[in-house]
């Protein structure tokens, strides 16, 4: 299995959106969110060509849709 390693900036990140999604939405929805995270970059790690290619960005760029809001 593939491992990861998240920069500073992504860590600060994801607190941001762990603080922002409690503030608004609770604790359980926050835990939801990041739980849904931490395993999508797991399944990107273990398999890099997951998703879709978005080289129109950047050469090798891909995307994963990890969930959508109505």
């Not at 608004?24 to 970059?41: E, I, P, V």
Request: proline fraction near 1%; glycine fraction near 8%.
């Amino acid at each position: 299995m593939s491992g990861f390693e998240l920069t500073n900036k992504a860590k600060s990140d994801l607190k941001a959106i762990g603080r922002y999604t409690q503030n608004n939405w609770g604790k359980q929805q926050r835990d939801f969110y990041l739980t849904a995270l931490d395993r999508s970059f797991h399944v990107l790690a273990s398999d890099h060509l997951k998703g879709h290619d978005c080289s129109e960005i950047r050469r090798g760029y891909r995307k994963y849709q990890l969930g959508k809001h109505p």
